[in-house]
Structures are given as structure tokens and as C-alpha cells.
T-cell receptor, first 112, second 114 residues
Framework: DQQVKQNSPSLSVQEGRISILNCDYTNSMFDYFLWYKKYPAEGPTFLISISSIKDKNEDGRFTVFLNKSAKHLSLHIVPSQPGDSAVYFCAASAEYGNKLVFGAGTILRVKS | NAGVTQTPKFQVLKTGQSMTLQCAQDMNHNSMYWYRQDPGMGLRLIYYSASEGTTDKGEVPNGYNVSRLNKREFSLRLESAAPSQTSVYFC?????????????FGDGTRLSIL
């Protein structure tokens, strides 16, 4: 039973355009959500997070949107750059950031 | 600026052998975690330690043991390795388990069990 789902295994975007990565969750107890980026042979790197009391959080080119009623969050990257090409994981927690539950990841390819 | 350091980076074992994966963090974080990642899946939590002296099971603890040696170090032990434990193992740490803080990850240990 996957509690966090990333339904798009891959996404291809042109450099300079917007990348939108999506994530759905089923557990209504989740109250903290994160996005991680992962390059091959490296560990996941924290990108941005949002708590359930907010519906948007912005950090430079990265914005995370949370829709609690739909149990959906998305990561927007604007403008996309070739260096953004990586696997992006959505994660959620119901315990103050402990016990993260991860989605399966989305491979983003930004074409120059 | 090491962050979270995992050793070894690669290891091949035979079924039934034992192995300890080492993890150390230099960020003075209170909490530490062990995950495994299998192909086509997200990371799954094996064990975590909210603070020095405490450990708790995660989603997939069977076949593993952990030791929080001190605040810096958190090891994962496979007592009798099985092919199903072939995976990439990641260690992570975070500052405070009671305050939403992101976890910071090491670069992983790639473990193959024949």
C-alpha cells in the first residue's frame, strides 16, 4: 500500500521552461512534506519542504504547492536548467520529520 | 564539510555472511536513520534513532540490527545476509526529531549478496 505516489516515472522539459513534478498521498496524518533531488551514485539532497499549515513555499527557482483537500503536492522549477536533470523524490512525515515515507521518484531530464 | 559519511561504499557478500555498515555525521544532529532503496522504489526506513541511546523500528526492520554508538555514529548490522537484502543503503541525520527538520543523507553503500 503506497502512501506516497509519484505517478510519472519520467519527465522531459526544455531548458528555460517550467518543470512540474507531482505527488499524491493517502495518509491524512501526514503534516510535513519534502522534496529531494538525487544524482546517480550520490545520496538524496534536500530541496524544499512545506508543513501542512501552509499551501505554498518558495525558495529561489523552486516552489512547492500543497493541496490538502486533494492530498496532492507539486514542485515547480522555473526556469529549468540542464543541471536540474536528476531523480526527484517526494517524501512525507506524520511525526515531525521522523519516519519519512518516500515516493518512487520521477526522473527529470532538462534538454538544452 | 563532510556531513554524513558512510563506509564502505561497495560490498559483495555471500549468503549467510554478516556485515556492519558504518555511518557518522559531523553536524551534531540528534537523530539518525537507515534506509534502503531498491530499483523502482522510493527509500524505505529500516531503523531510526531519535536521540543518543534510543532506537526504533521503521517500515522494514526484519533481518537488521542497529547500534547508536554515540551521538555521531549509527551502525546497521546484517547478521546473516540474504539475497533479498541486496540494495543501496542510505544513512541520514536530522537536527531535532520534535521539530520539522529535513534529513541529510550520505552517499550510500551499495550492497550485493550472492
Amino acid at each position: 500500500d503506497q502512501q506516497v505516489k509519484q505517478n510519472s516515472p519520467s519527465l522531459s522539459v526544455q531548458e528555460g521552461r517550467i518543470s512540474i513534478l507531482n505527488c499524491d498521498y493517502t495518509n491524512s496524518m501526514f503534516d510535513y512534506f519534502l522534496w529531494y533531488k538525487k544524482y546517480p551514485a550520490e545520496g538524496p539532497t534536500f530541496l524544499i519542504s512545506i508543513s501542512s499549515i501552509k499551501d505554498k513555499n518558495e525558495d529561489g527557482r523552486f516552489t512547492v504547492f500543497l493541496n490538502k483537500s486533494a492530498k496532492h503536492l507539486s514542485l515547480h522549477i522555473v526556469p529549468s536548467q540542464p543541471g536540474d536533470s536528476a531523480v526527484y523524490f517526494c517524501a512525507a512525515s506524520a511525526e515531525y520529520g521522523n519516519k519519512l515515507v518516500f515516493g518512487a521518484g520521477t526522473i527529470l531530464r532538462v534538454k538544452s | 564539510n563532510a556531513g554524513v559519511t558512510q563506509t564502505p561504499k561497495f560490498q559483495v557478500l555471500k549468503t549467510g555472511q554478516s556485515m556492519t555498515l558504518q555511518c557518522a555525521q559531523d553536524m551534531n544532529h540528534n537523530s539518525m536513520y537507515w534506509y534502503r532503496q531498491d530499483p523502482g522504489m522510493g527509500l524505505r526506513l529500516i531503523y531510526y534513532s531519535a536521540s543518543e541511546g534510543t532506537t526504533d523500528k521503521g517500515e522494514v526492520p526484519n533481518g537488521y540490527n542497529v547500534s547508536r554508538l554515540n551521538k555521531r555514529e549509527f551502525s546497521l548490522r546484517l547478521e546473516s545476509a540474504a539475497p533479498s537484502q541486496t540494495s543501496v543503503y542510505f544513512c541520514a541525520s536530522s537536527e531535532n526529531p520534535r521539530d520539522n527538520q529535513p534529513q541529510h543523507f550520505g552517499d550510500g553503500t551499495r550492497l550485493s549478496i550472492l
